[in-house]
């Protein structure tokens, strides 16, 4: 492993941060819920926060959790996909693709939610999937796996994840476009 | 502002400078002690701060005894309240987002030229792979145009070159490429294994031309199987293996074999006055041999096809004139003597070197 200070790598990959934070405040204003504090970046341990006042309504704390997850994994996708063929498949030195690419990284390397977000996700869902609620059902894959990667942050899963889903998600697109 | 009293030591002060040890409610310096006698004994404690529901937790103004309404656990004023579900988007984020958006569309617009190239390199890979050469160019020659150093569109295009017969295209389009280095990989080895074989089917096919421009027919048939075994895909080369095999079956006096040969040049090229000639030229050896009139009136048949097809062309109608004239002389005199003999006795000019 590459011991590499977790500040430079916020720094590297700073809006992907950004982005993650934006997404949540957006949320909760969307899902009305009150913020007490929010910090878009910082050279820190959490790079970014928003504190937001906590909910037993799942769907709110869902979205509100895993908003950010899919708006950055989308972002990345979209990013990455302008930028995969000349990077990858067409050997071509443009600095603006390599520039995309840097970009749809840092925002999919910054996609997974918190592991407190996830516990409070993890606590609602039994109840709330007893009740038969789909998204609670649908939650607890998803919450599982990424809870187990973000523990495995420590061995890149999270850049792992941004440039699995930046080669294979635009690849998969290519494919099946062409 | 709430007045509180320390659990420790029964000092009294305000709640909010207090805090929680272990449930109980401590003043400042009592909590310092509880710590650093933790610390001491390395056992945890847990601590809280505690929080005056009388003073709002945003703007810090104390409303005496007056208990503030509680969001999410913290006590807030009613000016401060609504401004808790309204956080504002600071104006370089709102800034920052809308530029995001406008990048993704730049990388879209940017990408898209990129999606062509990728997907002309796909489709020529395609092509190549399901041995269709011909249609795989263009296409491997659209990636190219903008991705020139993409090397696996420049094997895969050398390749399709080189299996159509555009030999020159092939090496410059591999040369041209940091003078013939690429990465080493499965295309590259099975392009390289092309090149050679090509390279070496060329180098016979030239000592096949050469030995049949100096009327060793023999040798020169033996040279160019070698070349066509070398070099399937070129579609000239068949053609050539029937002219060469057919003047070696002449010049060893297989008139059979020379007939046959004719026969089947004719057949596959029904359109040419050479082969038209070579069939006459064969029916008029067998003629001379055997005195058969019907092969003789075969060969004057062949003869007319074949000025027939010359004359679309002076170029061929001047070809046709020099075999019309030694074909006819062979069914007159039913001699049979090879060009060089017949320039030397009737065709002195031509016999010069």
Known sequence: MIPIPGWLIGLATFPGVIVHEAGHLLLCRAFKLAVFDVCFFRLGNPAGYVIHENTDDFNTIFFVSMGPF????LLCILFCSAAFLPVWELEVRDPLAWFFYWLGLSIGMHAFPSTDDLKHIWKLAPSN????????IVSFPIVAVLYVLNFARFFWADLGYGIAIGILAPLGTFKALV | MLQGKCEQCGATGFVALFMGVDGRLLCQRCTEQVVEQAKAQRASV??????DPTVCYQCKTDYGSTELPVVGGLPFCARCTPDLYARPFPPWLRLSLAGLLILLGVALI?????????????LGERLVAARQYEPAIPQLQAALAIAPDCEKAILLLAKADLLTGRYEEGHKTLIGHRGGRFEEGPLTTDVKQTYDRVANGLEKLGEARKLFQADKNIEASR?????????????????AVEVVDGAA????????????IAEKAWKNHPQSPD???????????KYAVTGDPTLRTRAEEMLEKGRQLAASSPEAMQGYKEYEERIRYRLKSRQIIDRREYDRRFRPEKSKP
């Open chain 2, 110 to 122: 940017h990408g898209a030229r990129y999606f062509k190239a990728g997907k002309a390199l796909v």
């Open chain 1, 129 to 136: 999937a007893g009740r038969g609620n789909v998204l609670a």
């Open chain 2, 46 to 51: 847990e601590i809280v701060s505690i929080i």
């Open chain 1, 70 to 73: 899919f708006a950055n994994s």
């Open chain 2, 223 to 239: 040279a160019i199987h070698i070349a066509a075994a070398l070099l399937p895909e070129d579609p000239a080369l068949a053609g």
């Open chain 2, 249 to 260: 079956a002449f010049d060893r006096k297989d008139y059979d074999g020379f007939l046959a």
């Open chain 2, 275 to 285: 082969f038209a000639g070579t069939l006459a030229s064969a029916l008029a050896c």
